[in-house]
């Protein structure tokens, strides 16, 4: 084992061009948002196909950014799923608004539709129907968007797609980022995500108002165009404060990486898609299921993970991540349902009944996925489990 690297569960993907192009920033007269960020926001409108696309510091300032921007206040209710990164459920909580959760389809481990439909039904009875529905695309797979679209358009809510994990993923024909369900979509470029800058996130819009808006928040909510004023003075160098906005640019530096990580980005989708191929095959023995797709849907996965069907197997689910950890293997969990952890069980709420996420949170187990895995580190991640498996 000595000889071998530990093969870790996600990794960026870095080569000299990338150090290369952060260099030349380096050099010059731009470190904070110069040229680089709109021609990164450009390459990303030119593959998703947004009319618009903000780019921000994080994936977590972006869906703060898209609740400001569709008028998220104290006293509104946003819901996700339980099954995701606790960003997805904090940017309400920033705005003052009450979360709640929406259980998972058991297969697919996206917001069940069905399970929406009934709960907006007694949320109507009751007069607390939500605002706004995060809907995430959970390890780069679409979720169900006909059914959620059709829902958000009787009952009212706006849908903010977190599609952190989904950068290359495809939804009924078109790139997701193109907000053909959504009212506002959002990427995340965390070292672990399909493309990195480092930290950095993005915001794609098609509305007009909403993307100036969200871009005026952005930066302070700082308003540059003298057209856009709404006061009398106009002076060549005067900017007004319109809004009470933040500080989540993204800058020159995590621009130039972006740049390009996009132009490596069909080779990244291409390696994780034959990676997930090859896992499929090589555990298709054991007692495991994999994620099912959604209708419509053609994912670049983010994350690769696996069920344990078996009793003997779920009761040492915890020691199975232990035993591959022995074997040089880290897996990991995606994810721990945010309504258990400490700062929302404080929030007192009951959360309903979601025993599709309690379920999927006792036997789920995230195995490798990067694209710099080799054939090799496969075959050992493999290999690993199957006799770990067997050995419980
Ligand atoms: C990574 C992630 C985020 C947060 O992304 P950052 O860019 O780190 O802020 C939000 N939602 C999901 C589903 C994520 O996986």
Not at 159 to 170: P, R, T
Not at 297 to 322: C, G, S
Request: aromatic share 10%; glycine share 8%; charged share 25%.
């Amino acid at each position: 084992m000595a000889d071998n690297p530990r093969i870790p569960y996600g990794r960026q993907s870095i080569g000299e061009e990338e150090i290369a192009a952060v260099v030349d920033v380096l050099r010059s007269d731009w470190l904070t948002q110069g040229p680089k960020v709109p021609l990164f926001e450009q390459k990303l409108r030119e593959f998703t196909g947004a009319r618009d696309v903000v780019a921000v510091n994080s994936a977590t300032s972006g869906l703060h950014l898209a609740c400001l921007g569709l008028g998220l206040k104290e006293g509104d209710v946003v819901w996700t799923t339980p099954i995701s990164f606790v960003a997805s459920a904090n940017c309400a909580r920033y705005c003052g608004a009450e979360i709640d959760f929406v259980d998972i389809d058991p297969f697919t481990w996206n917001i069940d539709p069905a399970y929406l439909e009934n709960k907006l039904l007694d949320a109507a009875r009751t007069g607390r129907l939500p605002k706004i529905v995060v809907v995430v695309d959970f390890a780069g797979m679409p979720a169900s968007y006909k059914k959620i679209r059709a829902l958000s358009r009787k009952y009212g809510f706006a849908i903010i797609e977190d599609a952190s994990h989904a950068l290359g993923s495809m939804y009924d024909g078109e790139m997701v980022g193109k907000c053909g369900f959504s009212d506002a979509t959002i990427f995340s470029f965390h070292p672990v995500k399909t493309i990195t800058t480092g930290e950095g996130g993005a915001v794609c819009v098609n509305d007009p108002e909403l993307s100036e808006l969200v871009r005026a928040l952005r930066s302070h909510g700082i308003v540059r165009d003298r057209e856009k004023f709404v006061g009398p003075d106009r002076a060549s160098w005067m900017y007004e404060q319109q809004h009470l906005g933040f500080n989540y640019r993204m800058n020159d530096l995590e621009a130039a990486l972006g740049l390009i990580q996009m132009d490596r980005l069909p080779d990244f989708m291409k390696r994780r898609q034959k990676l997930v191929d090859a896992y499929k095959k090589g555990l298709s023995g054991l007692p495991i299921i994999t994620q099912k797709y959604e209708e419509s849907a053609q994912p670049i996965f983010h994350l690769f993970v696996v069920l344990l069907q078996e009793e003997r197997l779920v009761k040492n689910r915890n020691l199975i991540i232990d035993r591959m950890s022995e074997q040089g293997v880290t897996c990991n969990l995606h994810y721990r349902p945010i309504h258990h952890q400490p700062y929302y069980q404080r929030q007192g709420s009951t959360y309903g009944d979601l025993h599709a996420a309690e379920d999927y949170y006792q036997r789920a187990i995230t195995l490798p996925l990067f694209p710099q895995m080799s054939d090799q580190m496969l075959t050992t991640v493999v290999d690993s489990f199957s006799n770990v498996v067997d050995s419980i």
